[in-house]
Nanobody, 124 residues
Framework: QVQLVESGGGLVQPGGSLRLSCAAS????????IGWLRQAPGKGREGVSC????????YYADSVKGRFTISRDNAKNTVYLQMISLKTGDTAVYYC?????????????????WGRGTQVTVSS
């Protein structure tokens, strides 16, 4: 069974850090681009970052550049999102997703397989 399972969310103060994990099962993750997206209350889903297949090209939304780092551990079939200097505006449900191709999509709606998400709350 194909699955993407996110973990690592939680409550953190502004300026804090979290590392999110996206564990894949039922398919070999390193063949495909994997994205992290988020949805804040009352807003649509926003692309945060993406890492392509084994050549590892990475992309970031302007709002997170310099603060978030995406990486993959193919041996663990897992993609990570390291988040530092978190802001209240980063509060959202974070999802990992794929469209089962090697390159990162241009548009959010190109992703066709999603995990269930993990909540990140940045608050003092």
């Amino acid at each position: 069974q194909v699955q993407l399972v996110e973990s690592g969310g939680g409550l953190v103060q502004p300026g804090g850090s979290l590392r999110l994990s996206c564990a894949a099962s039922g398919f070999t993750l390193d063949y495909y681009a994997i994205g992290w997206l988020r949805q804040a209350p009352g807003k649509g889903r926003e692309g945060v970052s993406c890492i392509s297949n084994s050549d590892g090209d990475v992309y970031y939304a302007d709002s997170v550049k310099g603060r978030f780092t995406i990486s993959r551990d193919n041996a663990k079939n897992t993609v990570y999102l390291q988040m530092i200097s978190l802001k209240t505006g980063d509060t959202a449900v974070y999802y990992c997703a794929t469209h089962f191709t090697s390159s990162c999509p241009v548009f959010v709606n190109e992703y066709n397989y999603w995990g269930r998400g993990t909540q990140v709350t940045v608050s003092s």
